[in-house]
Structures are given as C-alpha cells and as structure tokens.
C-alpha cells in the first residue's frame, strides 16, 4: 500500500495527513486559519479534502482542533478524540492555563502566530466519536490508539505503522512553545504533568522511527532513543 506523511503547518502548530489508497486521516486539526495550508498541502500531494475519511485527535486543546468543527460541519468528516477528552473538544469544559516560565519573546511569538492563524476564532466541535485506548481506527493507515494521560486525560498517543510514525500529541514537544528552546520535554502547559512519565512508559519498544509531536520537528528515531534524550 502506498501511504504518506504530510505535514500542515509549522514548528508552532502542525497537523499532519496520512494519506493512503484508501483516503486520508487527518490527525489532529491546527488553528482556525489552517484552511487553506491544509487545501494547498493536500492538492500538492495529489488529494483533496473530499479525500478525508476522518480526524483522529491527540487531545482535545484549541491548537489541535482548528479546523475540525469546519470538516465536519461542510465536508461530513467525522471527528474522533479518546472519550476523556471528549467535552474539552466540545468546548463543555475548560482546557488548563499556561504555566511556567514563559520566555516573553518566544511566548509572544507563538500567541502572535497563533492569533494570526485563527487560535481566537477556534470553533468547538459539535459532535465527536469517541475511542479508547487499544482501539484500531477504521481509517486510512489504521491508527492505534494508546492512552497517555498526564497533558489532558484523553491524551493518547497514535500509531500509524503504514508511515512509520508514533503521534505523541502534547505528551513531549521538541520545541518549547513558551521559550523557543528546542529541547526534548514534557509539554509546558499540562493537567497532570506527573503522569505523563509513567504514560510515556507505554510507548517503550514500539518500532516507529519517526516520533512526532504537535508542537516542533519531528524526531528522527525510535521512542526508546526520544526516552533516553527526555531524561538528559
Ligand atoms: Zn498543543
């Protein structure tokens, strides 16, 4: 089968496309303003949005969710997220503050961003599907869902072994979004940052070479080797 990776969007927010034969996942769904960078990504990989079969998300935040309530309103896309994430994704209940140490230019830089591609105008989606953990999605590249609460309690990480890739969400982030430090970490803002090491546990031994989170470049190697580079 032929299956690839597009990647939407940039080192502040990205969303990425896996399509196949069969059509195209979309996981998670960036910022309100991302229309027309997901239409051109698509169209340069010989697809449509009538291509998408579904959005699988890696939680329910606002910078992952942008252009969701959209697909499925005017394209019928069904929108899936783990069943404990489900209201946040609904807009029903609040997402957690920023905390930490900011690094004001940085930070600025990504609420900037953020507000110039749509973050403001971020529509609540009005009707999801829900999975759990373990569940194999019946979409293009077969997602795997494996539960990482710790950043928000429907966090998971999604497999697509059709692309050799492991979707870690907000779980880690190669690039601080708050100091602009490219580093390996746990995200800066989470609800329980405590679980999330204990989650990350899961992942251990998966083969999956590329790792890729919502925020920053993707990380070239295997979540073992990611693991190592987080507890430096
Ligand atoms: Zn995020």
Sequence with gaps: MNAQLIRIGDDLVAMH?????????????GLPGDRRTLERALRAAGRGLSDIRGVVLTHGDSDHIGVAEWLRATHGVAVHVHEDDAARARGEVKSHAPGGAWKLPAAARFLFAGVRRGALRTRSIREVRVFRDGDVLDLPGRPEIIALPGHSPGSVAIRVPAVDALFVGDAITTRNVLTGVSTVAIAPFSDAPEQTPDSLERLRGLPERRIVPGHGPEFHGSVDELLGALAR
């Design 17 to 29: 496309a896996v399509a196949t034969d069969e059509g195209v996942t979309l996981i998670d769904a």
